[in-house]
């Protein structure tokens, strides 16, 4: 599935640059599909707690997002390129929320954790493998050969998602619903953020943190790539080796970190990772100073790739708005992914790659300001025992 999603995504940006795009252009493209996908998340997530059919919206919007993948490939011109980038972000909306729900409907609110830090592990690790095989595949075939292998695990993602029984899938508890509550009217994702105070500082940290994090691999990329220092397949494809790699072992260190600790420290200390990224993205500007950069990379995306769906399950359990919930913290997050590239590369464009990543790095600063300044009101929202225990956690402080 992670390949499926992914498509040339990681790849785009040398892409377009071997096309005759510049900087500023390539993250404006980016930023329309991230706009798309941001406005998209929140509907979704509500979309997925009410309806029965959880596994069709990981099939539909993975083959969508391959096609529009070859859209890419076909033609350069900016408005298909940009048109190919909304459509797949908006197919890709729903699939965070559904995995989360068939997970949480699958084990319940008590084997969430160890289930969605397993599922985060073997998603990075399916990217790791994608990338690699993408890397090798484009440097002897060009960038072709990474639709077609894209297109191969889009089929066989399919096929797993159907091996998985229908039946096996609590709808209740997919969306945190008690069996007896009778919740079940429509709830918009808006007003499950703004109802809970603990989920408002969640997201306005994550919004700081993927303002400066979500632009740094691809533009590190060109900014390498622009220099003659690497092949562009083979590097990009390192890059999203080396992150990935990193991220098997933190999703798992992440989620036994969250069993003994809570999830407040783990989130901590993948806000921290990102300033430090950033200064020795800037210090070394080369094709080794990606392992340093793209170690920090994997540090702070698969810690969050735990504690983000495990914290908004734990503080909506019991509501019946658990998909709603991750939709609209996944759109908040998105408002800053999705503004990052343009950012980023006019920002690059105007005054340099090394300014560029001070400054996107700075930006998670705000997110480590926040998450102390609040500490004690997030902290018992990040320890509390899973189970049907606590749902008043969702509107801690509300009102």
């Given at each position: 599935m992670a390949d499926m999603q992914a498509g040339i995504g990681p790849f785009l940006g040398v892409f377009l640059l071997a096309h005759g795009w510049q900087s500023g252009w390539i993250g404006t493209v980016m930023t329309a599909g991230g706009v798309a996908g941001m406005l998209m998340t929140t509907p979704a997530g509500a979309l997925i707690d009410s309806t029965r059919s959880k596994r069709l919206y990981v099939i539909i919007p993975g083959v969508c997002t391959v096609i529009a993948s070859g859209i890419v490939l076909l033609s350069q011109e900016f408005w298909l390129v940009a048109a190919s980038q909304v459509a797949t972000a908006i197919a890709g909306a729903a699939i965070g929320p559904?995995?989360?729900?068939?997970?949480?409907?699958?084990?319940?609110?008590?084997?969430?954790n160890r289930q969605n830090g397993e599922n985060q592990a073997y998603n990075h690790a399916g990217n790791m493998v994608g990338a690699a095989l993408s890397g090798l595949l484009g440097w002897l075939y060009g960038f072709t050969a990474v639709f077609w292998l894209s297109a191969a695990f889009g089929v066989l993602s399919i096929i797993s998602v159907l091996m998985i029984p229908g039946d096996a899938i609590d709808d209740d508890a997919a969306r945190g619903l008690e069996q007896k509550d009778s919740q079940q009217g429509h709830v918009s994702g808006l007003q499950v953020l703004v109802e809970s105070k603990p989920l408002l500082i969640l997201s306005a940290a994550l919004l700081f943190f993927h303002l400066g994090n979500a632009a740094m691999l691809p533009l590190y990329g060109l900014a390498v790539v622009a220099d003659k220092h690497a092949d562009p397949a083979s590097f990009v494809a390192m890059t999203i080796v080396i992150a990935q790699g990193v991220m098997i072992l933190t999703s798992l260190a992440a989620m036994r970190m969250a069993e003994k600790e809570g999830y407040w420290l783990v989130l901590l200390v993948s806000f921290v990772a990102l300033p430090i990224r950033g200064v020795i993205a800037a210090w070394l500007l080369s094709k080794w100073g990606v392992y340093p950069v793209q170690i920090l990379?994997?540090?702070?995306?698969?810690?969050?790739s735990v504690a983000v769906p495990g914290l908004v399950a734990r503080i909506l359990d019991g509501t019946g708005r658990v998909n709603a919930g991750q939709g609209a913290v996944m759109t908040v997050q998105g408002i800053g992914a999705s503004s990052s590239p343009a950012i980023g590369g006019w920002i690059a464009q105007e005054m340099g790659y090394g300014s560029m990543f001070l400054i996107l790095g700075s930006f998670a600063a705000v997110s480590v300001g926040l998450w102390l300044a609040f500490g004690s009101l997030l902290k018992p929202a990040c320890t509390g025992r899973p189970g049907r225990t606590t749902p008043e956690l969702a509107v801690a402080g509300a009102g």
């Amino acid at each position: 599935m992670a390949d499926m999603q992914a498509g040339i995504g990681p790849f785009l940006g040398v892409f377009l640059l071997a096309h005759g795009w510049q900087s500023g252009w390539i993250g404006t493209v980016m930023t329309a599909g991230g706009v798309a996908g941001m406005l998209m998340t929140t509907p979704a997530g509500a979309l997925i707690d009410s309806t029965r059919s959880k596994r069709l919206y990981v099939i539909i919007p993975g083959v969508c997002t391959v096609i529009a993948s070859g859209i890419v490939l076909l033609s350069q011109e900016f408005w298909l390129v940009a048109a190919s980038q909304v459509a797949t972000a908006i197919a890709g909306a729903a699939i965070g929320p559904a995995v989360a729900g068939i997970t949480l409907g699958i084990v319940r609110q008590a084997g969430f954790n160890r289930q969605n830090g397993e599922n985060q592990a073997y998603n990075h690790a399916g990217n790791m493998v994608g990338a690699a095989l993408s890397g090798l595949l484009g440097w002897l075939y060009g960038f072709t050969a990474v639709f077609w292998l894209s297109a191969a695990f889009g089929v066989l993602s399919i096929i797993s998602v159907l091996m998985i029984p229908g039946d096996a899938i609590d709808d209740d508890a997919a969306r945190g619903l008690e069996q007896k509550d009778s919740q079940q009217g429509h709830v918009s994702g808006l007003q499950v953020l703004v109802e809970s105070k603990p989920l408002l500082i969640l997201s306005a940290a994550l919004l700081f943190f993927h303002l400066g994090n979500a632009a740094m691999l691809p533009l590190y990329g060109l900014a390498v790539v622009a220099d003659k220092h690497a092949d562009p397949a083979s590097f990009v494809a390192m890059t999203i080796v080396i992150a990935q790699g990193v991220m098997i072992l933190t999703s798992l260190a992440a989620m036994r970190m969250a069993e003994k600790e809570g999830y407040w420290l783990v989130l901590l200390v993948s806000f921290v990772a990102l300033p430090i990224r950033g200064v020795i993205a800037a210090w070394l500007l080369s094709k080794w100073g990606v392992y340093p950069v793209q170690i920090l990379d994997g540090i702070g995306a698969g810690l969050q790739s735990v504690a983000v769906p495990g914290l908004v399950a734990r503080i909506l359990d019991g509501t019946g708005r658990v998909n709603a919930g991750q939709g609209a913290v996944m759109t908040v997050q998105g408002i800053g992914a999705s503004s990052s590239p343009a950012i980023g590369g006019w920002i690059a464009q105007e005054m340099g790659y090394g300014s560029m990543f001070l400054i996107l790095g700075s930006f998670a600063a705000v997110s480590v300001g926040l998450w102390l300044a609040f500490g004690s009101l997030l902290k018992p929202a990040c320890t509390g025992r899973p189970g049907r225990t606590t749902p008043e956690l969702a509107v801690a402080g509300a009102g």
